[in-house]
């Protein structure tokens, strides 16, 4: 069983910037994706954004990122990251952190969320 476990999460005003680490309880190395997902109330969980693995990490966005979130993992640490700037009120929601062990979402291991909250 994998464990994840994300922080960096609080309330912060519209135009704030928040950073949002995740540490697993193995290497991160065997793993060929990571990635964070957001849930908001009444809303279905979505993909935020995810990163694969080698050299520079292929990563892809959802496209209300607009170019404000970036992803980032550093294996040696066992974590993945993501840097959120010019944080709107729709960004408001509880973010998980994400592993896929296969590539295929077959062996896949979620943390328990960390709450986001922008508002003035």
């Known amino acids: 069983q994998v464990q994840l476990v994300e922080s960096g999460g609080g309330s912060v005003q519209p135009g704030g910037s928040l950073r949002l680490s995740c540490v697993a309880s193995?290497?991160?190395?065997?793993?060929?994706?990571m990635g964070w997902y957001r849930q908001a109330p009444g809303k279905q969980r979505e993909l935020v954004a995810a990163?694969?693995?080698?050299?520079?990490?292929?990563?892809i966005y959802a496209d209300f990122v607009k170019g404000r979130l970036t992803i980032s993992r550093d294996n040696a640490k066992k974590t993945v990251s993501l840097q959120m700037n010019s944080l709107k009120p729709e960004d408001t929601a509880v973010y998980y952190c994400?592993?896929?062990?296969?590539?295929?979402?077959?062996?896949?291991?979620w943390g328990q969320g960390t709450q986001v909250t922008v508002s003035s």
């Open positions: 990163i694969g693995s080698g050299s520079g990490g292929k990563t």
């Open positions: 193995e290497s991160t190395f065997r793993f060929p994706v």
């Open positions: 994400h592993v896929d062990l296969d590539g295929l979402g077959l062996r896949s291991y």
